[in-house]
């Protein structure tokens, strides 16, 4: 089988990652190519895992001829334009999470995709998790029956730098829209409607800098399920990460991943281990089977798992749960 | 010490559990009569427990000197007039849930407790259940920090008849009413607004009643938590009953109570028991602690830790949910 | 039905524990009179629950022709002469564990019980505790095919006084006897060889008294099982008491009961609480079961579920246990 | 750092493991060259992962002067003389586990050791394993106080081929070793008397073998604490692996792992997933751990985690065990 060959646009944390387990985890592709608008972050990465090329623009990078596929990994508002050079220049395209936050953006390179027949996957990471692609794949088996209510809870360990907040788009485009991906993936339905309850809670300087740290959000779905995500900034206890789906046959619930699975028992009560810290140690087996996801799309020309629509869909639940947090009424779509 | 000396209005399901209760597990009191709009009913069950005397009339028994406390356990639409005439000849109430559904009826209630100065408790009996009493003493004891999030998740395994759909209010008013009760309990807090999502998943005819039997209801708390109640009129695993609280320090969360705490591996998985099945099996100790709470608070001359007020407040909320439900609109209380 | 009129021999710990539920909790039985070496505790505890009779001499007791069955509740030493003497009166007998430590002596007693042919129990209270039960239940079901492996894992929260372990038998009489009548209970069949492996570790104290705190005793079944058994006397997070049983088809674990079910997550861990902390609050409802168990018995005249020879056997295979423990090899029964 | 350069001798299913793991897992390693007595499989092996060179005989790998360690993986018999002659050579040895079933032949390849200076890990892959090693380092911590009772559960889903139980050397040194080695490593202590209870129940053809098939063996350590460990050649439910121990402090539980960590509920119970089926799937990341800390160690100058008397000792335990299977009686060490 051929090797896949990949360039990378951007080698921040997520760009890092990527490639450390491209390289490394993944099997069928291999880097050849990395940039970085700062060019010594490039080079040292490249030098780290021995990647032959480093461009100092990503232009020369979507257009080596040699390169196959690229990851967008560059800073949020650069994903979109990227992304479109990149698949107007006949490559297949991994791009992190969000696209964009402009709809139009968005379209163009739906558009671009389809124009030019090459395969496009969002990093909605998630999907890829033992546990939650189980409950996806319990609910399509028809185990539970027909979906009645969905849950999903997620809480961060710590909240993001203010800096963050004031650039992010805000808890429902930079947190909630895992969950939005989320709850489409498991009901296997569209969002019709939401609902938000959103308060400040957490931190003051959060509220200052417009944004809710506190957030449940309500969902009417197509199929005539109806759902919740509840959202909290801090967790003290670590990253907590639960779904549920209960049907007309049953329910399943996933439960969070842990270092490992001993109990302690003493005078003090019985304890376990609390949630594994951050997405870097939760989600990094879903890293690689996204990863590798993408190359086996590639190579036996199979629809990705997360397609330029699924990138499109959360942003625009996370638009409306904005709205609805503005105009405390709730939203459709 | 005196044995509290009891009288019961209603011999149906209800009436004969708590007889059952006061005359053989609650200490400190005794029934000495019991009245049914069915004398037969009434009858029967003095028969089986011993109860020395049997009225035709609930009046009758409300003015019997000998009486310190009435149980109020007869159909829905006659607790407040009962309760209210057993409150104005000197009896101490306990009175099931709900007390009205009209607000001036219960407030004329509430007004007659005061004036009388006697001991008033509604049967919100989940308040006494070990896993919620002590969700809710940790939360008071502060070792979750402000509370931020709560969350109800209560299902009936099956819905029940649409004869008594029909008449009971609905799903807010005949079972989320014990939830609404619930999220009180556990945030110390009030709600200060409702929004309802509400759909007919599980039968048509319920639907067809005026009724939903799938819904989830979003909170606002004064003290600035949120929370959420789902509800479903039928888990096919069992009556589902669990809750949770999430804060700034911590989070606890409730399980559902089983028949024994074993595990099963075999081929085919590895089981644990369901959760009890119904209401009667969960919260049998519940309404024996709920009792022998009622008689204690008139021994000792505390108050009830379900007032009259408490009976009120659920109401209230379940009449915003519905309203809620109705316009698709948030809606304050 | 007629009510059982019981007698009650010994008013200490145990004889109350029995006489409260007897009064309070069993249906279908009173207790009619007490006795008690020491005349003050047995008329205290007739005071309490309104036990019209107390007599200053268990002969009298047992001779009572109104008395249907009488429960020994006194010391360990006088338990097979009382029972003697009871059932040669013709009363049916509760007795608590063990019968003796002499074997002749129990067998004089189970000599009797046949003669007579009244109803006879002994005090293996653990056999009504829900999740044994369930455990036996689904063994004898052929759920997990033939037993192979039944583990008992038994450990007290804090050592006896010194003084009791002096007069006690020591840890395989007063302990882990109740572990050999569970393992014939669980695996339904007898035990025919132990091998002892004691030690000191808890108190040297224990030790200088000829007595042993630690020990695991691993055991072969008639039916070709093999079997082993763990006790602590000082396990500092409470009463350790878990079984499993592996067969061919499955396997099965009993966990421990708790005061709730509750699950508390803070920055430290994630916490469940510990085991209730002794015999009286774990075994409570069992204590309740084997009483109901043993009024129905007579009854319905049905054979009791833990009958003389239980009552024996459990005796053999500690002092077998013993035997092996002092001469560091297998002992055969 | 200076990548270590591995040459493996054996390309069966544990070397390929190794390879693939070295090759894709382990950093600061490569695979240099592979040898089996069936060459087709060594070239097939090196085909795959690209290792340069295949030799016809483990005598010139372990002589080529570019290679700094050797991985034996050949079959049982020939692992002490491959090991000595590696370790003569003046390599770095890995070798798999048993060294060897005859002491003489273990203590040569311990004095070569000793006496060349090299380092030399068995493979004693569940030290790796995170939960044990997490028990093993909450006793070394003192958590737990001094422990007094370690128990190991190890059961296998499917017995070997007979035609493996023949030559194995019995289930004492093929399967119980592991958990010879996991007391040890668990209670920071030796072994220094076994009892054994053995008996065939799962297959007769293993007792025509002259091996049982279901064993307890009870254990004496030198720091005064007793152990139990219990295996079984078939637990239908999957690979069963856990530890408990238990100490003057506390008590630490690891329990199996599992595919994911959903729970489903349903009309016919609780289901969570069953262990994972067999050690490939269990232990595939202690593999990859005890990879890397042999590597680690040549790298950085430490002692191996595993080393040559590591390897001795189960040994010795487990013929001790076998011992007392065919005596009937305890065997001291």
Redesign the interface.
Known sequence: MKTLKIGVVGAGRIGKLHVANLM??V?GATVVAVTDVVAESAKALAAQFGIPKVYGDYCELVNDPEIDAVFVCSSTDTHSVISYDAVMAGKHVFCEKPIDFDLDRINKVINAVDQMGVKFQVGFNRRFD??F???RD?VQAG??G?P??V?VTS?DPAPPPISYVKVSGGIFLDMMIHDFDMVRYLSGSEVTEV?T???V??DPAIGEAGDVD???V???FAN?????I?N?R????GY?QRVEV?G???????????????????????????PLYFFLERYNEAFIAEEQGFVDAIASDKPTLVNATDGLKPVLIAMAAKKSLET???VKL
């Open positions: 490394t985890r099997s033992r546990n692609k189980h409950v319990t185990t539970i027909d009645h209510i849950m809480r609902y309850n959103g308060v809670l957490v506190t957030a449940i309500t969902l009417k005539g399920a109806i759902g919740v509840n909290s801090k967790a003290v206890y907590d209960f007309s046959s049953g329910c399943i619930t996933a439960d969070n991943e842990t270092p490992n699975l001993t109990t302690l028992y003493t005078e003090n009560g019985v304890m376990r281990e609390k405390g009424m709730p």
